[in-house]
């Protein structure tokens, strides 16, 4: 049937199931706009108080659900401030598909009222990206969008559609979209039974588990490995949930803000198994001190991260849960006993700590945990609050943390919380902020209170830029350049003024009863939480040391 190019758009969004777009209209995409609104009970539009907002709600989406997160944005300066939600879908492997319109193929390159090249400019933060000037091939190109960005190693896809494609009429063909089947065209019987020799062969394995196991949805089977291996276990910020966070094998975070027990153990283990990691450089520390008594074995999706960062003594490309699968038949069941019984007196020595009393950030997060009973979908900002998050809520199932890891988006938060909540209407959905990161994109208060979301937005306000003053007090003499905010913003009425209720908190007793209430809410509600401005985060390493040289505040003191 003959169909205009807006049509077929909103025609290839039902065919792969989308059920919510993030979005916010102008002239280049009103046509793309005029078709959403005559499908408006099939494709759910949220529209955000800033494009980049949207772009981070369909990021949100999709690492609440695992389903590629779609976000709409107008010509120039709408599709330019989607490129830091694109950047932290990259950086992250989060399928998101963009969908930005232009000026007409005539006017492209003339300089046309807002017209920008979008495609050039997200070309290095996109797994793929297409400009469609030929409206017969636009459904292929949607379809293909969509393809690449959940295949493999997902990530964002941008399609750049020119307006008077969305106008001009062409032949539409409906088609069935089948899933995609997982990658494990290059797990080879070799690659496997050279695995099973070192971990055979290994008297102190230690397991890594990063946010390729979420992504492949290998919980069940990582922990049959586990449990069959006898190997403790550490996990990256991208891997929290992977690995039951309360299981008795499990040791914290490894790397720069990791655990004593997680970077002490991996700097001592004869075998470190790498699932599904990149090996970042704030978890590593010094690379050329990294687990330096270890053999690596590495299992990962892309090829390119292999060798990459760490080199590695054996490797399987592929697809987590497919890996697992096939080694747990291959693996006898493993005793390491006495390796273990060492890492949990480190476990017991050097557990995670802070001062008891006052109100602080991991007595925050502390009592979310309690009150929400570990169930909630915590997402963050970046910076102090960030690493409390992922130190002090116990994380039992995959997707429940959502946060920016390798780009470090402030203002990420609230936007990914708005998508995240969207996706699990049935879930507590709770944002951490720090004041720095919220004033980014609290207009985003005013989206949740427009689609009525129970969301749960926390900040822990501490009147400074608190990671950076943390570095300058340990690295910069004290010298406070540009990070106090002595200022008078008022966050609770900003709340108020937006429409959703805002609470103060200046100690426990008054964070436990807002946040008691704030669970009661069918609205949004802030709790703006006072801490003092000097409180870290540990434990710590500095950059450049490796990760066996962690330290904390008893350690400066003596």
Known sequence: MQMTGAQIVIEC????????????????????????????????????????????????????????????????????????????????????????????????????????????????????????????????????????????????????????????????????????????????????????????????????????????????????????VQVPVSDSLMGKGAFDGNHKLYTGMLGMH????????????????????????????????????????????????????????????????????RLNQRIDQQDHAEWIAQIMEYKEKYPLKYVDHGLTGPYIIEEIYRQTKGDAVMVTEVGQHQMWAAQYYKYRNPRTLITSGGLGTMGYGLGAAIGAQIANPDKQVVNIAGDGCFRMNMNEIATAVRQKLPLIQVVVNNHVLGMVRQWQTLFYQKHYSATVLDDSVDFVKVAEAMGAVGIRAASREEFQQAFAKALTSEMPVLIDCMIDSDDKVWPMVAPGRAISEAFDGDDIKE
């Not at 108080?49 to 389903?67: F, I, L, N, P, V």
């Not at 700097?267 to 520390?285: H, K, M, P, Q």
Request: glycine share 8%.
């Open 13 to 228: 969004l039902k065919e792969q199931g989308v059920d919510t777009v993030f979005g916010y209209p102008g002239g280049a995409i009103l046509n793309v706009y005029d078709e959403l609104y005559k499908h408006r009970h099939e494709i759910k539009h949220v529209l955000t108080s800033h494009e980049q907002g949207a772009s981070h709600a369909a990021d949100g989406y999709a690492r609440a659900t695992g389903k590629a997160g779609v976000c709409l944005a107008t010509s120039g300066p709408g599709a330019t401030n989607l490129v830091t939600g694109i950047a932290t879908a990259y950086m992250d492997s989060v399928p998101v598909v963009a969908l930005t319109c232009n000026v007409g193929v005539s006017l492209l390159g003339k300089d046309s009222f807002q017209e920008i090249d979008i495609a050039g400019i997200t070309t290095p933060i996109t797994k793929h990206n297409f400009i469609v000037k030929d409206v017969e091939k636009l459904a292929e190109t949607i379809r293909r969008a969509f393809r690449i960005a959940q295949k493999g190693r997902p990530g964002p896809v941008l399609v750049d559609i020119p307006k008077d494609i969305t106008e001009k009429k062409t032949e539409f063909q409906p088609i069935v979209v089948e899933p995609e089947e997982r990658y494990a065209e290059n797990i080879t019987e070799e690659a496997l039974e050279h695995a099973v020799k070192l971990i055979q062969k290994s008297h102190k394995p230690y397991l890594f588990v990063g946010g390729g196991a979420v992504i492949s949805g290998a919980s069940r089977e990582l922990l049959e490995f586990v449990e069959k």
């Open 258 to 325: 990791g655990t004593k027990t997680s970077n002490y153990g991996v700097s001592e283990c004869d075998l470190l198994i790498a699932v599904g990691v990149r090996f970042s450089d704030r978890v590593t520390g010094n690379a050329k001190k990294f687990a330096k008594n270890a053999k690596i074995l590495q299992f990962d999706i892309d090829p390119a991260e292999i060798n990459k960062n760490i080199v590695t003594d054996a490797h399987i490309v592929g697809d987590i849960k497919e890996i697992l699968t």
